[in-house]
């Protein structure tokens, strides 16, 4: 049975803590509060425009944007139930047969032989554009919507706007490593599996019986693990969406 660390120990988003379990890394709990961190990450031209969102007079409330209602309501859950769907489906981490490679592998060429990691990272990387983008767009028409509002929540909608300029490019340099490390998850399991299955066939040949470990299992386990992550970094990516959801709520 392939096995992993069991880290729990490690506070925060789910994202971080299967990610710390999985390459069984000790993160030290930050020291620095939230306000520091942000500061660490925006540059001085973030800061100004910031600085003048929040300390300027009320943006004017903008006009022709649709009322908030159900609908929109129904258009983001709807879209989050898509993305959820494309990660959790049967073939969401599946890579797809090749040419020539649909027939079982032989004991000659073991199917652990063909694995590519490749194959998952650009799974994962396609993964993400698409929640780049739909999250993306669903996030400017809710702070359409929101600047309609009130000049309040006009306010609160260019305050978005600001922030998801000023961190968008830091957000997706951060996750775009969530792949390389799921490559050291991936090589640490198949080397498990491999280990595992070779000891249950020598177990096997001495007692003279078939070995009882299935090959792939580990190959299972991580699909399972990427499946989980990429769901993980749907919640983050989705936050700011909720937010505005919150938001147009209470206006």
């Known amino acids: 049975m392939v096995q992993v660390s069991q880290r729990t120990s490690l506070s925060g988003p789910t994202l971080i803590r299967l990610l710390a379990r999985m390459t069984d890394v000790d993160v030290p709990a930050s020291r620095q ?13 973030d800061a100004i425009a910031l600085s003048a969102v929040l300390n300027g007079d009320a943006p004017a409330v903008a006009s022709g944007a649709r009322a908030f209602g159900s609908a ?6 709807r879209a989050r139930t898509a993305l959820a769907n494309a990660i959790a489906g049967d073939g969401a981490s599946a890579p797809a047969k090749r040419r020539g490679q649909a027939q079982a592998p032989t004991q000659a060429q073991p199917m652990d032989a063909a694995v590519d990691y490749a194959t998952y990272r650009q799974r994962y990387l396609s993964m993400q554009q698409a929640m ?7 996030r400017g028409r809710l ?32 996750l775009a490593g969530v792949p390389a490390l799921l490559e050291g998850h991936f090589a640490r399991l198949r080397q498990a ?6 000891d249950a066939q020598v177990s096997g040949k001495s007692a003279g019986e078939s070995a009882a470990v299935t090959p792939g299992a580990w190959l299972d386990v991580f699909r399972k693990d990427m499946r989980s992550v990429l769901l993980a970094e749907l919640d983050i990516r989705f936050q700011p969406v909720e937010g505005l959801l919150a938001a147009l709520r209470s206006s």
């Open 33 to 45: 509060s939230l306000s520091d961190r942000l500061s660490q990450w925006l540059g001085w031209a």
């Open 72 to 77: 929109e309501e129904l258009a983001c859950a």
């Open 143 to 174: 702070r359409a919507m929101l600047a309609a509002r009130t000049p309040a929540m006009s306010r609160l909608a260019a305050v978005d706007a600001v922030m998801e300029g000023a961190l968008g490019a830091r957000e997706r340099n951060l």
């Open 193 to 198: 599996g491999q280990a595992t299955l070779a």
């Open 132 to 138: 780049e983008l739909d999250i993306g767009s669903l």
